[in-house]
């Protein structure tokens, strides 16, 4: 690009510029899911995992004719089955809350490790609400966002309310499948809530760690917490040894947090499958029974939630491998969930 002389380049960390979806960004500033504190205190995967930009999203107004991302990355896409543009890429919204509408998506090499790319030139200078949305499977090391010299920036509406709702889970909470980062399920449910959401996915990691349960705990303002793991549990036990512990850890300083227990979706290739079948209906009814007995022990603030029924008729048809949701299954997981969430929300 030869127009470097016909912007001008500004930090996201900069007012009024409004950086959400990381749980310690103002403490820290860092484009990062879990805090500085977790260095050695958790399996080195989940580190990693840590610095992919999963549900990060940046808001603002402007009248800017032209709006440049450059980005330095950790590195490149990895994957066969998962494209660029929801690896390594942004999304660009436009619109006030619960009215944001897809514009488009950064372009770029599917090599590269750092690029510019022009989300929108020749508008008319009109004001407009953008909401940027982060990489999903990728860190990034450095961002700014190239404006015209003559634009104007604004503050983007305030939330509905300034409590966070964390999403614990598996890679497809993470995002993958997704085509681009606004199509993972919880971006989709930012956009029906005007709430921070808090992607907490760990690609094949989210194991119910108690240390994780721990560093959630102390995220200021929670909401609404999701459990959404039992896809990267590998045995029943496993999920059976682990959530009782998260829960208790979670419930020791948040005795009235929602807490919304998910199963998991059907996989594509279930109806050849018969194990595969049988091993979800146990998941899914000891997670349904271990809300009870909460339920009937007096947690008045735990519910269950059937994977199966988000994503409902069309499960053959929503995965990109079987597993993995596209961006159908990621719409329908939304929309199955964001009137639960709503109810849950109410009850307040």
Known sequence: MNDQNELKWISPADVPFLVSGFAWWKEERSFRRLPAAAHGTIRSVLDELANNTA?????????????????????????????STGVNGFDCYFGPPGSQLYFGTTRFSHDAEQYESILFESLEPELRYITLHFPLYQ????????????????????????????????????GGCA????????????????????NLGFSGNGKGDSRIAELISEIELPKCLVLDYDANCDTLDELAKTMPEFIRIIRSRHPVLPILVVSRIPF?????????????????????????????????????????????????????????????????????????????????
């Not at 300034?162 to 993470?174: A, C, D, F, L, V």
């Not at 990109?320 to 009137?339: E, I, R, T, Y």
């Open 139 to 174: 860190g990034v090391h450095e961002l700014q966002i190239g404006l015209n010299p003559d634009a104007i920036i604004g503050n983007f509406p305030p939330y509905d309310n300034e409590g966070k709702i964390i999403i614990y889970g598996t890679s497809i909470t993470q």
């Open 55 to 83: 549900g990060g999203q940046i808001r603002f107004q402007t009248n800017a004719a032209k709006l440049v991302v450059k980005v330095k990355l950790f590195g490149t896409n990895p994957y066969d089955h998962m494209p």
């Open 268 to 348: 594509g290739f279930e109806h050849t499958q018969a194990q595969s079948y049988q091993e979800r209906i146990e998941r899914m009814t000891f997670q349904r029974e271990l809300v009870k007995e909460l339920k009937e022990n007096g947690d008045d603030f735990i519910f269950f939630c059937d994977g199966a029924e988000l994503i409902g008729d069309l499960w053959n048809e929503c995965t990109v491998d079987g597993v993995h949701p596209s961006d159908l299954g990621f719409l329908q997981l939304a929309n199955g969930l964001a009137p639960i969430l709503k109810n849950i929300l109410s009850r307040e």
């Open 179 to 198: 085509s681009r980062p606004g199509m993972a399920y919880t971006n989709i449910l930012s956009r029906k809530i005007n709430m921070e959401f808090i």
